[in-house]
T-cell receptor, first 113, second 113 residues
Framework: DQQVKQNSPSLSVQEGRISILNCDYT??????FLWYKKYPAEGPTFLIS?????DKNEDGRFTVFLNKSAKHLSLHIVPSQPGDSAVYFC????????????FGKGTRLHILP | ETGVTQSPTHLIKTRGQQVTLRCSSQ?????VSWYQQALGQGPQFIFQ???????GRGNFPPRFSGLQFPNYSSELNVNALELDDSALYLC????????????FGPGTRLTVL
């Protein structure tokens, strides 16, 4: 049973426009959420996180929104740039629970010129 | 670059064999976590080591075992390899309680024939 779901395997967005990647979760015990970016032949790189006590966290072009009642979070990238083309993983965890992170299957983002 | 290295890059084994994968963590980090990423899936948590002891385990059988050494290196051992063990194995080093600062290595691609 997947606790973290990314239902869009891929997404194509024009350069300069907004990219929105979505993620749903089922475990209400999760109290922090993370987004990772992965290029081919590299490990995942931490992008941005959000605690369950917040509903928004912003870092430069990246903003994560959390809707706890819907058990849904999204990552907004604006403006999208060619270097943003990568696989994006949504992940969730429970604070102080051995740092175990549950990952979604990922969404491949293509930024079109 | 995260400062986390893994060896070997690629490995081919046959069913029933044993394999040891290695990870060199960032200096100063006291946790190392291992993940298995099957094709088309997100990384799945295998276990974490903290101060050389197992500190949490995912849904993996006992034939998956690990070691963490004082010099920031660690090993993942898999006995009695099965075809389904074919995957990318990622290690991530970090500081206990600071999950968003886990740094992933590039991974070892294991193929079991």
């Amino acid at each position: 049973d997947q606790q973290v779901k990314q239902n869009s395997p891929s997404l194509s967005v024009q350069e300069g426009r907004i990219s929105i990647l979505n993620c749903d979760y089922t475990n209400s015990m999760f109290d922090y959420f993370l987004w990772y970016k992965k290029y081919p032949a590299e490990g995942p790189t931490f992008l941005i996180s959000i605690s369950s006590i917040k509903d928004k966290n912003e870092d430069g072009r990246f903003t994560v929104f959390l809707n706890k009642s819907a058990k849904h979070l999204s990552l907004h990238i604006v403006p999208s740039q060619p270097g943003d083309s990568a696989v994006y993983f949504c992940a969730a965890g429970i604070m102080n629970r051995d740092d175990k992170i549950i990952f979604g299957k990922g969404t491949r983002l293509h930024i079109l010129p | 670059e995260t400062g986390v290295t893994q060896s070997p890059t690629h490995l081919i084994k046959t069913r029933g064999q044993q394999v040891t994968l290695r990870c060199s963590s960032q200096s100063g980090h006291n946790t190392v976590s291992w993940y298995q990423q099957a094709l088309g899936q997100g990384p799945q948590f295998i276990f974490q080591y903290y101060r050389e002891e197992e500190n949490g385990r995912g849904n993996f059988p006992p034939r998956f075992s690990g070691l963490q050494f004082p010099n920031y290196s660690s090993e993942l051992n898999v006995n009695a390899l099965e075809l389904d063990d074919s995957a990318l194995y990622l290690c991530a080093s970090g500081t206990s309680g600071s999950t968003d600062t886990q740094y992933f290595g590039p991974g070892t691609r294991l193929t079991v024939l």
